[in-house]
């Protein structure tokens, strides 16, 4: 594991219940990268987006399908891992899940991560989880969230763990709350003295007979002391950051938490 790994997020929006069109989008997003970067964010339910009415069962993935080995053949093609996320199907059961994939795992072996905190609409269409998750990455072991988790004290102290040096936190964050979600960010990667890493959806959901909604974007990184490393406004880029050990210790030093 590198002590400086580069990673990337990939800022970008989504098309609401077109899958073909978020697989192609991210194909050429990885391909866009450069060629050092090991790990690749997308946001919240980047494969199906996401509208609260029952086209999400004509969308939904399953976990263990086409368009999850699809996304398998852009990490072994590109050599690097991949955190997306989709609405997941478990039988009549829908889920927001988000998957770590890295270029050499098989179909059984791929980490899921399901939402655990429902916001607005999602508790009427959606199940959460029940199970907190981490994942070895080339950042070292990262803890994932999923946007309105950032919420929740709890989740992030349940990672104040000395092994847990990131995490890694697709959203689809509407835009008019953007101040919480940099506050948010800020704090749980303090509370942790860890690095934040979260994804933003940009651009805003247009479907038919659904509600419109314009998505924040704002994508950053967050150092372990809890100050903004990098951040982008809402245009569809991406955020391509070295995150330096030397730093995180640093932190782990001054802070003191786990020596408590």
Known sequence: MSPSPRVAIVQCPV?????????????????ALPNDVSLAVFPETSLTGYVPDERLHEVALRSAGP????????AAEHDLDLLVGYVERNGETLSNATAYV?????????????????????????TPGDERVTVETPVGRAALLTCYDLNFVAESH??????VVALLVPGAWPAEHDANWRLLARARALDGVRWCLAAGRTGSRDVPDAQDTVYNG????????????????????????????????????????FGE
């Open 15 to 31: 098309d609401d219940l077109d899958i073909d069109a978020n697989l192609d989008r991210l194909h050429r997003r990885v391909a």
């Open 67 to 74: 368009t999850l080995d699809a996304v398998r053949s852009v």
């Open 102 to 126: 890295t270029p050499d795992q098989t179909t059984h072996e791929t980490t899921v991560y399901r939402k655990r905190h429902l916001w607005g609409s999602e508790r009427e269409w959606l």
């Open 158 to 163: 349940a990672h104040l763990d000395e092994r």
């Open 218 to 257: 704002r994508s950053l990184v967050v150092r372990p002391d809890g100050s903004i490393s990098m951040a982008l406004d809402r245009s569809a880029q991406n955020l391509v950051a070295t995150l330096d050990k030397a730093v995180l210790d640093r932190a782990r030093e001054t802070v003191g938490v």
